[in-house]
């Protein structure tokens, strides 16, 4: 791609760059060079051209195009591939679909605003255009359905990093997997599985991320990176963070280090020792929450005694 060739030599000098080098180095005449660079302004790249002096880039769009992702992404393959869209219904739908037509492992469905972004329990992702990230992964392990909440946590325990080396923030985990600053949720993850009875064929893995969203947006008990920290940030570089934080930690999934995953998950969990209340099957339980188990259920002891294993369901923290 001539765009690309064009912006790595733009990014690559901090000065201006004069259309003669430009030309020359990609073989192109100087009037296709106009055009290019035409073309990458109306993309939302703040470039400046001074005569006899030439080009300088001087500012980046704020959109999540795959170049600009995938330019200094230290991963091995998850955000290699990156389908990329303005407007979607969900990121899962698209995800889904690309998953049954065989997309590898790692593909990334990544939407700058959803319609119908949906989260667990029926909810909605409310998806403003430009100010979260919202994104689906597809990942191919080879376990069965009842061990995929441990993708869930891997992936909130990946999210979690991302966000405290990004903000020095230390977010926390309300189980299973609902992210939370200050009492308000930050993210959420949303799993879906296309699985046989006994062997999971691939799931995608939706992550919704409040980044720079404005409080108007924002319903009263969620709140927005940009809302904490006073300022903006950066997405494309807090992207790259999440995608190589869930890579390390889907390493040690595939590498049978789950205890460390779930220890890690441990640090930032605010669920464990609370008393809970949850809807779980249509049925209200109330109890201590004890422990998480190895393939990531919740272990709950009721005030009979006995300890209840919860799968999924929503839990409300008392007091
Ligand atoms: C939840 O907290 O209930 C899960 C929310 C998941 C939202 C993300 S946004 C990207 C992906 N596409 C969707 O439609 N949902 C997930």
Request: overall charge neutral; charged content about 25%; glycine content about 8%.
């Amino acid at each position: 791609m001539m765009q690309e060739k064009i912006l790595e030599i733009l990014k690559s000098k901090s000065g201006y760059v004069s259309g003669e080098e430009i030309s020359s180095h990609l073989k192109v005449s100087r009037q296709a060079l106009w055009k290019h660079i035409q073309e990458l302004r109306d993309l939302g790249y703040d470039i400046i051209a001074v005569p006899h002096l030439g080009y300088q880039l001087v500012e980046l769009p704020d959109r999540l195009f795959p170049q600009e992702v995938t330019s200094g992404l230290e991963t091995k393959f998850i955000g290699k591939n990156i389908h990329y869209q303005e407007s979607v219904s969900s990121t899962m739908d698209l995800a889904l679909e690309l998953g049954m037509q065989g997309a590898p492992e790692g593909s990334v469905v990544l939407a700058e605003s959803q319609s119908k972004g949906r989260g667990r329990l029926g909810r909605s992702w409310i998806s403003p255009k430009y100010k979260g990230i919202y994104l689906s992964l597809i990942l191919r392990p080879k376990i069965s359905p009842l061990q995929s909440p441990l993708l869930t946590i891997l992936c909130a325990v990946g999210l979690c990093e991302a966000i405290k080396e990004a903000t020095q923030i230390e977010p926390q985990i309300k189980w299973p997997n609902d992210i939370l600053i200050n009492q308000k949720k930050i993210a959420g993850i949303l799993t879906e599985l296309n699985a046989e009875m006994d062997e999971v064929r691939f799931v995608a893995i939706g992550i919704g991320l409040n980044v720079n969203t404005e409080k108007k947006d924002l319903i009263s008990t969620a709140t927005s990176l940009k809302e904490e920290l006073g300022q903006e940030l950066n997405r494309v570089e807090l992207l790259r963070a999440i995608f190589r934080k869930i890579e390390s930690n889907y390493l040690l999934f595939r590498e049978n280090k789950r205890r460390e995953i779930i220890e890690k998950w441990r640090d930032y969990n605010t669920t464990l020792g609370k008393r809970v209340k949850i809807l779980f099957h249509h049925q209200h339980l109330e109890g201590q929450a004890v422990d998480i188990d190895p393939d990531g259920a919740l272990l709950v002891r009721k005030d009979s005694g006995v300890i209840q294993k919860i799968t999924s369901g929503d839990v409300m923290h008392c007091r």
